[in-house]
């Protein structure tokens, strides 16, 4: 798509899905650069609060969430830098928090044809998976903590 193309979609959203759109781009930009200059231990504890769930948001209107993630979906892919999975369910989660949306990350690995372990993040609120497609559990198997799970051979999705 040309750049004029791009701009004419992103005109036509409305005025509170473009900030959306801006806040996600931040956000990405901000968790990928997180991600690659803080020390292992520090990515460890940021990734292991953001798995706890914390009570003081709300699950409130879950479809609204899920816009909101899309376009934030969106905001990757037009993104000057890579993002993966884990930099936009961090960016996705901090995002619905400033909307006192309760989100948790979940982590889940499988087994790739090379026999290593390819992880995947996504967001859930409510028991409902929301940045993802529904059977992403059952392709992944969470876990609770990935402190404990050596990560030079993970690929993330």
Known sequence: MTDDGRVKRFLALSTGDRQVFAQAWILLLKHSIALRLC?????????A???????SGDSGDLEQARHWLKIANRAARHHVVRTNCLVRSLAGREMLARRRVD??????????TDGGL?????????????NDASDVTHR???????RGVPQASWRWT
């Open 39 to 47: 020390s292992r231990e520090r990515v460890g504890r940021v990734v």
């Open 103 to 112: 989100a948790t990350l979940r982590i889940g690995v499988s087994h790739d």
């Open 49 to 55: 609060d953001a798995m706890k769930s914390h009570a």
């Open 118 to 130: 390819q992880a995947h993040a996504w967001l859930e609120s409510a028991g409902e998976v929301i």
């Open 140 to 146: 992944f198997v969470p876990f609770d903590d990935p």
